[in-house]
């Protein structure tokens, strides 16, 4: 199984213990994942985060198959367009994008000519809903979650379009999905890192509606604790236990 | 190879949770029988002995849930009664009280005790270091059951629907009241939590609980560091998925298994009234029992 959300480097606004790449490998191991798809915690913050994504590939070149880069690539910036291409000749399966962060709106037309090209290059767009809750964040922290209305309109910004969502909870899952067409639907994976487990069990409502097909294992490593989306499968109901989750790659199949 | 694991100590080490809740007819959700056997469901799998559990008034149904009015007070306290007396086996509860109506909240806690009641559960009607709460402790402390208090993890304003407390005002409250056992409520439940530690450090008769829906890396390893295992009490709140987790990550952060049952049951069987958790056998004192409030950091080997 691979873990879609995994990061490296320090986050601005708390310590994080040891976000290598040499120990996310050694957790990977733990855990029994195959791979991570890794991204680089400070370029989320960076004005332009091409240096961010040279320390990136550099970081995770010894780890091979393993740690998969996923850059990110800031629409508008100068050249950005290059940095797709760099990113697929580096083997990336997706980019990572922060609109939240970077103050564009939901309807930004930069972010959806970034989502088709990154879908025309045959990589998805990693978006991540939040960092952490916002009860929980630093007075420095402006930035509200990534909102459902700006996943719509990327998910109909074009056929090419693939994106994976991370750290999203029930009602913005279903706002988006059942805000969508069929078609659109299926340009969309979700990772289960922040869904709710039982007694509420929003993982389980989710997986009866919308379909496991739809979700994707993620874990938000090193900000959160790996176990916690493998606790929260381990804990569903029986009828649900041993439900196959989504290839990641399989979305970027054509 | 996780879930094997606890099944085996599901079979043979107790398992308590601090912090947990039920729903009854009356809190306005048509799915509260299903949310209860949710939370049983995934009890027996994670292992859980005993639900030391609340019910919060209506849960906003007829009155808010952080202010509920005397009335849904006590037909929540009738349905946690109810939910004990059909699992004896199982569940454990606290009473709920609104310490703005002080007659009815000590009429409740001394109605609930002699009914079973093991613990008091304080919201966030009125700040923990209100003078308010003063008359709550000593009927506790009387009663020699503990208080689990509503924690938001370090307040910098004012939020609506609650009128929050944090580590430092629980700490005015139990260092007014050295004889009563202080719960600190899920210190991954929202907030700052690297705050609060330092906050209730110097004050052992408080015990953060780990439950909430928050599993930040480094916030079990930060907890233990400053105030030690033998003050930690295991919990799950509103999210069991969350304390599986939190389970499964204790045993990879460096502690002892000594210290790990401590956090599991055995400190929550020294702070409840004796006899509270019958099937939870074996030495309730470990060797870090004593508690300072001092007690020395453990290593952290990485959740």
């Known amino acids: 199984m691979i873990d879609v959300d995994t990061l490296i480097g320090p986050y601005p606004f708390r310590h994080v213990p040891h976000p290598d790449p040499d120990v996310l490998v ?25 240096a961010g994504n040279r320390e990136l590939y550099s970081a995770l070149a010894p780890f091979g198959d393993r740690l998969r880069p996923v850059p990110t690539i800031r629409p508008g910036w100068p050249r950005w367009e290059s940095a797709v291409h760099e990113a697929r000749s580096a083997g990336a399966p997706a980019i990572r994008a922060y609109p939240p962060q970077w103050q564009l709106g939901p309807h930004d037309p930069g972010m959806r000519d970034l989502a088709v090209a990154a879908g025309e290059e045959g990589m998805a767009l990693l978006l991540t809903v939040r960092f952490e809750d916002l009860r929980q964040r ?3 922290d402006t930035c509200g979650d990534l909102s459902a209305a700006a996943i719509r309109a990327l998910a109909r910004a074009g056929e090419s379009v693939r994106l994976i969502v991370t750290a999203a909870g029930r009602d913005l899952i279903e706002e988006v999905h059942w805000g969508l067409t069929p078609i659109e639907q299926r340009r969309a994976l979700w990772d289960i890192s922040w869904i709710w487990g039982p007694p509420e069990d929003h993982l389980a409502k989710l997986f009866r509606t919308i379909g496991p097909e739809r979700f994707v294992f993620g874990t938000q490593w090193p900000l959160r604790l790996t176990q916690n989306p493998r606790a929260n499968l381990d804990l569903l109901p029986d009828d649900l236990r041993g439900v196959a989750l989504a290839e990641p790659g399989a979305l970027l199949q054509r | 190879m996780t879930a094997a694991r606890d099944e085996a100590r599901t079979q043979s080490e107790p398992l308590i949770d601090a912090h947990a809740h039920f729903y009854h007819a009356a809190t306005g959700r048509a799915d509260w029988a299903e949310v209860n056997a949710a ?4 009890g027996e799998r994670i292992g859980i002995m005993y639900h030391v559990a609340s019910v919060l008034g209506s849960y906003g149904f007829s009155s808010p849930t952080y202010f509920p009015s005397p009335a849904d007070v006590t037909v929540g306290n009738e349905g946690m009664l109810d939910i004990c007396a059909r699992e004896p086996d199982r569940v454990r509860m606290y009473v709920t009280v609104n310490p703005n109506y002080t007659d009815h909240a000590l009429r409740e806690i001394s109605r609930c005790v002699s009914r079973g009641a093991i ?17 709550i402790a000593e009927a506790a402390g009387e009663a020699g059951v503990p208080i689990l208090h509503h924690i938001w993890q370090h307040r910098r304003r004012e939020w609506p629907s609650q009128e929050i407390s944090d580590g430092a005002d629980l700490a005015r409250l139990a260092e007014r009241h050295p004889r009563v056992a202080f719960i600190l409520a899920h210190i991954g439940g929202g907030g700052d939590y690297m705050h609060t530690f330092p906050a209730i450090v110097d004050c052992p008769n408080i015990y953060p609980d780990v439950s909430g829906s928050g599993v930040d890396r480094g916030m079990l390893d930060a907890a233990i ?9 295991w919990g799950c709140d509103l999210t069991m998925e969350t304390g599986l987790a939190k389970l499964r990550a204790l045993d990879v952060i460096g502690l002892s298994a000594d210290e790990v049952k401590s956090i599991r049951w055995r400190n929550a069987a020294r702070i409840f009234p004796p006899g509270s958790f019958p099937r939870c056998t074996g030495d309730s004192r470990s060797s870090g029992d004593e508690v300072t409030g001092n007690q020395q950091p453990a290593t952290s080997k990485l959740a």
């Open chain 1, 26 to 50: 050694r957790v990977l191991d733990r855990e029994g994942l195959s791979s991570g798809w890794v991204g680089h915690m400070p370029s989320a913050f960076y004005r332009d985060p091409s």
């Open chain 1, 138 to 140: 630093h007075w420095m």
């Open chain 2, 225 to 233: 560091d400053a105030v030690g295992a033998s003050r930690l009490l």
């Open chain 2, 119 to 135: 613990g008091v559960k304080l919201l966030a009607s009125r700040r923990a270091s209100d003078p308010l709460l003063d008359p």
């Open chain 2, 39 to 42: 939370r049983f469901r995934a």
